[in-house]
DNA sequence: TCTGGGGTCCTAGGACCC
DNA sequence: TCTGGGGTCCTAGGACCC
């Protein structure tokens, strides 16, 4: 049997868990930049606050009934996520963190007749050490274990947060309570071929033939997906050591960006933050890929960005921020045109190996003792004294074009001045 | 005026090989 | 009038997830 464990409105609970008047009380939490609605409490989605809506949108719906908004103070949630994380991994035997909000658990040593009290015992262990509110879900299929969740979520009273679906006739149930939208793994393409077909709840496409879904629901996707729904796993746990195969950091700027300067600066400054996140795994890269997206287009509802890419294959791959830099700049460069109103930026690192692993070619010396030191310091610096402490010059020093994020709370759990104060 | 960011996996089709 | 049969590898793009 597999659980999921995933953590309710994280965000939202995050910021409560800070400031307890809040319990009970309708709080919304908004992208970067303050764009749109990614968390939100029971008390606000029953006042019909959609999920991923834009801020501007629903503000009027928020003022009316005082909801709490805050930004996104991703310090205070990574925080959160790994203490719920580190909580899981000292109850459970194998832990695949899924998200920053939700992990499975292999319960395959569990007891079949114990698993509810396991479950409740793993949901109240991590309550009581995290102060973040979790439901649980378990089935012997990662997409039935999915189904419970919801559920468990859904009907808190009715569930106390736990459900485990066991007997074929818990299944059923469950299944038949499941509308097809809401499967993992089934988005808005799938479920409109499904509706299509007459295919209504998860129960009903649990019924269909494997070869029906290898046929009409995306191949081997769609077989597994059925598998799935019967019981039969077919997503296994993943490795934990498994490092990953792109890594990206693309923003949104505050305000638009019209100047090569500016636009440069925030691109070396997406490199130096994507490179430390490639430090940290021990990986180097063999490629980068950047984009520049323009909206040239005044009209109010013509929202029709416009994106121009390019990309770079490295002699050998690097995991230097200097030299990474100054392959992507020229790249920045020839993509610019004057006159354009830049809306957003972004670079992805690709063909990412081991840095044990890295192939140098004839001409290249591999990284100088020195250059592997200087970025150690820069990320034990950056780490201990606050992002940004130690940076290279064409990031730039005023950054006009930072991210919105007027309503973020402190970062009480990763910052010493901002601690919280307990009287 | 204002609509996020970071990933994975799969498929189709082209280029190329013998 | 007639033009093989397999493979592999790569890339772009779609679909999906939170």
């Not at 114990?114 to 378990?138: C, H, N, R």
Request: glycine share 6%; aromatic share 8%.
């Amino acid at each position: 049997m597999k659980a999921i464990v995933d953590c309710n409105s994280f965000y939202a609970s995050c910021e409560r868990l800070f400031k307890p008047a809040l319990n009970g009380k309708p709080v919304v939490v908004l992208s970067n930049n303050d764009g749109c609605i990614v968390s939100r409490t029971d008390e606000a989605k029953a006042l019909g606050i959609q999920m991923a809506g834009p801020y501007y949108q629903n503000k009027a719906e928020i003022l009316k009934n005082n909801v709490a908004v805050f930004s996104s103070n991703y310090h205070l949630y990574g925080d959160m996520s790994k203490r719920v994380m580190d909580t899981l991994r000292l109850l459970a035997p194998e832990v695949e963190v899924y998200s920053v909000d939700e992990s499975f658990l292999d319960l395959s040593g569990i007891d079949a007749n114990k698993l509810y009290d396991y479950a409740m015992f793993v949901k109240q262990t991590t309550e009581l050490w995290t102060g973040i509110p979790v439901s649980v879900g378990v089935a012997p299929s990662k997409v039935l274990s999915k189904v419970a969740n919801r559920l468990a979520k859904k009907d808190k009273l009715g569930t106390k947060g736990v459900l485990i679906l066991q007997t074929p006739q818990q299944q059923m149930e469950a299944l038949q309570k499941t509308a097809v939208e809401d499967i993992w793994g089934v988005g808005s393409a799938g479920s409109k071929t499904l509706r299509m077909f007459n295919i209504n709840t998860a129960w009903d496409l649990r019924n269909m033939s494997e070869a029906w879904a290898g046929k009409n629901l995306g191949g081997v996707v769609g077989v597994r997906l059925v598998k799935e729904l019967n019981g039969i796993p077919c997503i296994e746990m993943k490795d934990p050591l498994s490092k990953k195969k792109m890594i990206a950091t693309t923003r949104m700027f505050g305000r638009a960006v019209f100047e090569l300067k500016e636009l440069k600066e925030a691109v070396a400054t997406y490199i130096a933050r994507a490179a430390e996140k490639l430090r940290r795994q021990s990986g180097a890269a063999g490629a980068v890929s950047i984009f520049l997206v323009s909206n040239n287009y005044q009209s109010q509802d013509h929202y029709a960005p416009s994106s121009r890419s390019a990309y770079v294959a490295l002699p050998s791959a690097t995991y230097l921020t200097n030299v990474l830099i100054a392959y992507v700049m020229p790249l920045v460069e020839a993509l610019y045109q004057k006159g354009s109103k830049y809306i957003k930026a972004g670079i992805i690192l690709t063909d990412i190996v081991p840095c044990a692993m890295v192939q140098y070619n004839l001409f290249e010396t591999p990284e100088s003792a020195a250059s592997q030191k200087l970025m150690h310091i820069i990320d034990n610096v950056n780490f201990g004294m606050g992002t940004d402490m130690l940076k290279f010059a064409t990031a730039g020093t005023k950054k006009n074009w930072k991210m919105r994020q007027e309503l973020r709370s402190n970062r009480f759990t990763t910052k010493w001045d901002e601690l919280c104060w307990v009287k």
